[in-house]
């Protein structure tokens, strides 16, 4: 059955966080407004060249995204301080990307709650069929190859040290998804990521360090680690076990999961 809100708002939603803003696209939809966690870096917001950007998902021009009048605004709850603010705007739908340790059938769910709330339901049970599907072909693309455990991470424009998600993170969701070992086992932040010193690659000679490219930081941080000898002493690094990712957000939804995968496969297959 669909819901009040569905029946009255289901045109022209907006969004301050990615997850949604890429999901509505996903199923069939357009929001009105979003906003970008991606600061300009190329190609990401390619999806919506049409679309109003209202500023970053960490602060939100909420005067632009008023005068759009949207009938529906999503954001997650980790936003939840501007929930009384965005309801002068319109009705505010609040979804939760980390309501279990599950955190890609979360992404799955989303589908499905905003298929329904936008009144795309046919929409989001095909996206989600065709998403499953892909995870799977991904999955059995990767099982006769013998493959090292994965570090993921990202590089720091300090060139003394790198990021690295664990468990926790969407994205060592994604690896076991795909059937793939994330080889980090030391501690995580509440959202599945740590920095630590390069010198912590030494502890991990065998693995495949995967870390995403984030543009403008990356080359910052290549260009320190170039005429590092602690980096080029790396067991990883001399053996030719580090590769570049395209870059994705940590929290974003079932596109997210899909694009992550895909660039995995690329890099492993």
């Known amino acids: 059955m669909r819901s009040a809100v569905a029946r009255e708002f289901s045109l022209r939603p907006a969004t301050i966080e990615w997850a949604a803003a890429e999901t509505i696209v996903a199923i069939g939809g357009m929001p009105v407004a979003t906003a970008s966690p991606y600061d300009g870096q190329t190609g990401v917001t390619d999806t919506f060249a049409n679309v109003q950007q209202i500023g970053s998902i960490f602060a939100p021009d909420l005067e632009n995204l008023q005068a759009l009048t949207p009938d529906l605004i999503f954001c997650a709850n980790w936003q939840q301080s501007l929930v009384p603010m965005l309801q002068r ?22 589908v499905d709650d905003i298929g329904q709330i936008i009144d795309r339901q046919e929409g989001a049970r095909n996206y989600r069929r065709k998403g499953q599907m892909e995870l799977d072909a991904m999955r059995e693309r990767l099982l006769p190859l013998d493959m090292p455990p994965i570090l993921l991470g990202a590089l720091v424009p300090d060139g003394r040290h790198i990021s690295v998600f664990g468990s926790g993170s969407l994205f060592d969701g994604v690896l076991q998804q795909l059937g793939l070992k994330n080889a980090w086992t030391g501690p995580m932040n509440a959202w599945g990521n740590i920095t630590q010193g390069i010198e912590v690659l030494a502890d991990y000679p065998d693995v495949l360090f995967l870390y995403l490219d984030a543009g403008s930081s990356t080359v910052a941080a290549r260009l320190a680690l170039g005429s590092s000898s602690l980096w080029n002493a790396l067991p990883s690094v001399r053996n030719g076990n580090v ?27």
Do not use: K, Q
């Open 89 to 110: 705007i319109a009705p505010v739908h609040v979804f939760d990307l980390r309501s279990s340790p599950e955190l890609v059938d979360n992404t799955f769910r989303l």
């Open 243 to 269: 590769r570049p990712l395209p870059f994705a957000w940590l929290y974003g939804g079932l596109p997210t999961v899909l694009g992550f995968g895909r660039s995995l496969v690329a890099a492993l297959a």
